[in-house]
């Protein structure tokens, strides 16, 4: 494993549900603080405090702004759970784009999946109507739109009952339980870096790299 004291040290951590992502907080809640005590280490993005899932934190700041460029256009990968069966059609809206207040979104990739997900219990339930089925998809974004994924299955009729984030680019969630860390390896990070360099070189060819950044991610 990477040393704690690199320069260029990457956490990867299971954000819990309620968790802010943030290392303090005026009102006591429940922060990265709670789980992290590496020095100099940020996290590149965000996620709700109602999502879980993967958070990359970052010591080089270079690194940090990549991964939060919205020119770049990297992928992250959630497991959603939703009320009700999204039909093909819906899947189709998500993938091709939605519009949402805010403009339309990029396009995705979003599957159904047969069955659901091996996760972790949430520790607050989910309410489920008993009248109403749910399902989970697998949804790809390259975008970080305000809460986005819970926006745009609310725009094809099936609103969100959880969010799990289990990839950024080739970095995803295996290994780690809900508040747990570690340290991504050298070759890890290469292969991060490696993905960022080319995703920039194509949105400079295409002229997406000379606009300017959109918000950080956040869902």
Known sequence: MTGLGDPDLVLRFWKPYDCLTAFTDRDGR???ADHI??????PAGRLDRDSEGLLLLPRNKALRGDLTDATIGHPRTYLVQVEGIPSDDALHHLATGVDLKDGRTRPATAEFLTTAPALPPRPVPIRIRTSVPDSWIRLTLTEGKNRQVRRMTAAVGHPTLRLVRIAIGPITLEGLEPGQWDAITAEEKRELRDG??????????SGAGRRSPGRRSRR
Do not use: F, I, M, S
């Open 30 to 32: 429940h922060t990265l």
């Open 37 to 42: 005590d590496v020095p100099n280490v940020y």
């Open 196 to 205: 960022l360099k080319g995703l920039r070189r194509a949105a400079n060819r």
